[in-house]
Structure formats: structure tokens, C-alpha cells
């Protein structure tokens, strides 16, 4: 089993900075890569940035330039640092994780998601 917990979502004004953080514990052997999507009402979940074993970084065009994603010492937690928020970066915001476990299994996990919104 794993979980993920994510923390750090909230209410910001535009302009604004919030840092959503993610952390995975269970039986996990390796990961193969972190990141966060986002879901607004009504819309498609998205890919928002993404981070792998080996520290490459993907963002989402309408990301890049503000929002930076990092991961923690000890290689299981996973950072988003939101910069220059806008109202249309409102959204749920969820942690993924690609895991390896028992038996060189890959799997995903998602976590409970947190709100962020960012008022005009």
C-alpha cells in the first residue's frame, strides 16, 4: 500500500506564491517519477509538472517561467513551488506518483488532492 499526502494548498491573491508538498510512503522500491496535475471545474485533469528519477523537469506551457517543481532530500517527497498565481491556476491539484514495487511492478498512485485558488 501506498499513500500520498499532499499539504500546502489554500487562497492567495493574484500574483501570489503558495508551495503544494507531496510526501510517499508504503512499500515502494523505486520511483520512476513525481508530479502534479491539476483539475479545474469542468475541465480535464492536466499534467501542471512532472520531475523523474534522474531530476528531469517537464511544465505545462502555461506554467513555465512560474511555477518550479522540486524534490526533497530524501527523494519521496515532491515540491511545487507556485509563483505569480493567477485566477485561471484554479484548480485542484494532485500528487502523482509512478512507483516501482513487489516483483518489479510499475504502478500510479494518486493523492487526496488540495484546493488552490487564486482570487482576482
Known amino acids: 500500500q501506498v499513500q500520498l499526502v499532499e499539504s500546502g494548498g489554500g487562497l492567495v491573491q493574484t500574483g501570489g506564491s503558495l508551495r503544494l508538498s507531496c510526501a510517499a510512503s508504503g512499500s515502494i522500491l523505486a520511483i520512476n517519477a513525481m508530479g502534479w496535475y491539476r483539475q479545474a471545474p469542468g475541465k480535464q485533469r492536466e499534467l501542471v509538472a512532472a520531475?523523474?528519477?534522474?531530476?528531469?523537469?517537464n511544465y505545462a506551457d502555461s506554467v513555465k517561467g512560474r511555477f518550479s517543481i522540486s524534490r526533497g532530500n530524501a527523494k519521496s517527497t515532491v515540491y511545487l513551488q507556485m509563483n505569480s498565481l493567477k485566477p485561471e491556476d484554479t484548480a485542484v491539484y494532485y500528487c502523482y506518483l509512478n512507483w516501482v514495487g513487489a516483483g518489479l511492478a510499475e504502478f500510479g498512485s494518486w493523492g487526496q488532492g488540495t484546493q488552490v485558488t487564486v482570487s482576482s
Open positions: 520531475i523523474t528519477s534522474g531530476d528531469s523537469t
